[in-house]
């Protein structure tokens, strides 16, 4: 309509109601690299696809999947720069609150504050919303948890979910295999499973990563010895 | 994008907006200056062969009484470094936690194991920006990808490294027992032992110290906190019959029953 009059100004909403750069956002983390994340009964794990721009780039030197505290850990999809910055402040308001609570933040708490610092981008003058979509996993008292958090600064716990490229194809694959009281061997072989739906060309040890964090609380990276004993030839 | 920021105080550095009235009102000698809780203390630190052992006493004093017969002084600041604080206690403690906060933040940045040298420069140059009001004084020991490491930090920000240190009140009777017994190349056994030593000797010959002795050992991949090492003043006496009287042990005078 007369949206695209309105799609310059961060701070100003279109007739229709909607903020048109968000939207963008949004559009940006939708041809970003597919991730996704499964939570199960007993642990969470994330995965992504690292589709390197050149054989040349040396890929142990990326780290799509990183660990905000040692119980809660993050993977995006979108723009790397954009995660990179969101993934300092949240370290840094997860270490404040345990200095000033001596407690280890809980799941909930820092989604909330990371969402916050997104809608703070949406509402200031100057800036562009952050293009990645971030998918926490965390197992805390509340026992393990799964949020999706918007460019918006909107988030939403989910018991399995995709975002990215190859969005609905991964989710409806997620929908069928997705099982309630799964537990974390057999989630990570669905995620591996999922990623492989869309992958384009040979799916190996170096080209994903997965993080998974289980009952004993310690978020790690795993991709290199879990993918050979999950896939079958 | 600091409209969210509201209510935030400003940063950095003392504020020494109340110093004119706080010295105005002590010459005056109104209101008496408040005594806070000092840590009168003897804390120690030695290098071993294959790292560091830090020690201090458990007393904490209030002006001329023990307010704490068991607090600790051996603080956390990274998996592989430790610190014993002096001074003022709340200092002692608000100083290190907040470096142990950045070394976390920095070793989530980098990836790696947080070095010696890294908790001491972050602590120095805080001291340093408060100007000596921060009255914290440091024993500083760890063990990092660079070997072993032991440091003194003073409360206005400048620093020692040594192969053995001691600071507080019983410092000076915890380093006669280092100067005439310390060598190089120390087991564990002879470091611990060595280490008891001057604690117990600022324990016995110092009124602001006393109670029980910590003991930190670090090493190369390894930290052992042993939490009141040694307890060379155990309570004596205790009655048998215990310390509860029964009733009309007094007296009473008057008696009045509320309805309950």
Redesign the interface.
Known sequence: MGDSQYSFSLTTFSPSGKLVQIEHALTAVGSGQTSLGIKASNGVVIATEKKLPSILVDESSVHKIQ?LTPNIGVVYSGMGPDFRVLV?KS??QA??Y??LYKEPIPVTQLVRETAAVMQ?FTQ????RPFGVSLLVAGYDDKGPQLYQVDPSGSYFSWKASAMGKNVSNAKTFLEKRYVEEMELDDAVHTAILTLKEGFEGQISEKNIEIGIIGEKKEFRQVALFIFPLCVSA | ?D??NIGIPPKGGFSFDLCRRNDMLSKKGIVPPPSYRKTGTTIVGLIFQNGVILGADTRATAGSIVCDKNCEKIHYMAPNIYCCGAGTAADTEAVT??VS?QL??HR??TGRESRVVTALTLLKSNLFKYQGHVQAALVLGGVDATGPHLHTIYPHGSTDTLPFATMGSGSLAAMAVFESKYREGLTKEEGISLVCEAICSGIFNDLGSGSNVDICVITKGDKEYLRNHQLPNPRTYISSKGYSFPKKTEGTCITKLFPT
Request: glycine letters at 8%; a positive charge.
């Open positions: 660990s300092r370290r840094k270490e404040q345990h200095r703070e200031s003058g100057g800036v | 994008m409209n969210a936690d907040m906060s976390q933040l989530y940045h």
